[in-house]
């Protein structure tokens, strides 16, 4: 049992870092280095091998199918794709092996494709150099090396490939070697085209390197999806304190002006003496102060409300239908927790902070920058009577403070 749990550890371990680095890395496959793809072609490669085995072996020993297999050319082709099995498996053991090995790296990163491309001309030539298995095979080995690979080594081999690949075509076409020597005669010199196991054959041979293929695209397309995912959630971000960056607030505050009935209130704080802090702490204690504060907003607000960094020490709060009562109660809230908030620096000396805040509400007659100038005014009339208080827009006509209570 215990040998078994230990097996089981390592799959799971190890599928977890392959999941990763193709599935949730910011590192795209088509950025890795070359001897990691070289890695990824050997595992492809030996695949394929597996699969021509298995289809080798289910089609010789078939009652039904084995009248189409040339029996001479049968062993030769399985001990072939024996030792090439072999061989691609040893180079992987050998990269895990030998991965810092600079030599080899680079030894690698040119062999892979180079001898992967060859297995793949001789197979094609086995069951046919111009059959429709053949040419999709190669149409899609050339696009996904085109992706994966620079220009120069995909030309070093595609071009003499090429090459190979016309002169076979010539020689069995004038019947100089023979074409498709893994078929019998009774299928090579019938009408292969309407027999069930010749196209059932090119089904398979090409399924392999179709799936692959698939696979290789949905990889690179979850890849580019999620980058595109963090490079939106980046422009819309503060690096600091990860809350809404003031571009994309404004954003946002221009979408909710477009829909004239949906009201929103605007908060904007102002973290008091924070230049005290800088200076006397240093700034790693400030970031970690604006850290710490954005966590609290972020915490104190609705899941559909905005939070965003609007300045230096300032933030803002968009908070979506949501009357003036109700805002300025969600401030009250905010101000009273940031107020208790005890961070205790390395030195062992606890550090409290406030923050003062003004509420404006959103008006049919006003536009998105003149409720935030009512909100900045109501901020300001709080930091003008003492700081660590919530103000909002229509004490700026009655000098009043509204209760909530």
């Known amino acids: 049992m215990n040998l078994f749990r230990k097996i ?13 680095h193709l599935l949730e890395s910011d590192n795209l496959i088509i950025n890795w280095p070359d001897f990691d793809k070289g890695v990824l072609l050997l595992v492809f490669g030996a695949f394929c091998q597996v699969s021509a085995i298995k289809w080798y072996l289910v089609s010789y020993f078939s009652a039904e199918n084995a009248v189409w297999i040339n029996t001479d050319f049968f062993f030769i082709r399985m001990l072939t794709v024996f030792i090439t099995l072999l061989f691609f498996m040893l180079l992987v053991v050998l990269s895990f092996r030998y991965k ?73 076409f004038n019947g100089m070697i023979r074409y498709a020597p893994v078929f019998s005669d009774a ?42 995912r963090n490079i939106k959630r980046m422009s819309q971000t503060d690096v600091l304190t990860n809350v809404f960056n003031r571009r994309h607030v404004g954003e946002q505050l221009t979408a909710l002006e477009r829909k004239k009935k949906t009201a929103y209130a605007v908060i904007l704080l102002d973290l008091d003496h924070f230049k005290k802090i800088n200076d006397q702490y240093g700034h790693e204690v400030g970031d970690m102060v604006l850290q710490r504060v954005a966590a609290i907003l972020c915490a104190t607000t609705r899941e559909q409300d905005i939070v965003g960094r609007f300045g230096g020490e300032e933030f803002i709060l968009i908070l979506k239908e949501q009357n003036l009562q109700q805002a300025i109660e969600i401030a009250e809230r905010c101000r009273k927790i940031i107020e208790q908030e005890e961070i205790q620096l390395e030195t062992e000396e606890i550090l409290k902070i406030s923050a003062s805040f003004g509420v404006a509400l959103s008006q049919s007659h006003l536009n998105k920058e003149q409720t935030i100038r009512l909100a900045d005014r109501a901020l300001y009339l709080a930091k003008r009577q003492g700081r660590n208080q919530v103000r909002n827009y229509l004490e700026l006509v009655s000098n009043t403070p509204l209760s909530i209570y």
Do not use: D
């Open 8 to 20: 089981y550890t390592l799959i799971f371990h190890y599928w977890g870092r392959f999941r990763f």
């Open 100 to 172: 810092r090995n600079k030599r080899f790296r680079k030894f690698i990163s040119h062999f892979s494709p180079i001898f992967f491309g060859g297995t793949m001309i001789y197979a094609g030539y086995t069951v046919g150099i111009y059959s429709p298995a053949t040419i999709a095979g190669f149409v899609n080995i050339v696009l996904i090396g085109l992706v994966f690979y620079s220009r120069l080594i995909i030309y070093s081999i595609a071009i003499p490939a090429l090459i190979f690949t016309i002169i076979v075509c010539y020689l069995t």
């Open 187 to 228: 299928l090579t010199h019938g009408e292969f085209y309407h027999n069930e196991f010749w196209i059932g054959s090119m089904a398979e041979v090409y399924l392999p390197i179709l799936l692959v293929s698939i696979l290789f695209f949905e990889i690179l397309l979850s890849q580019w999806r999620r980058r595109e």
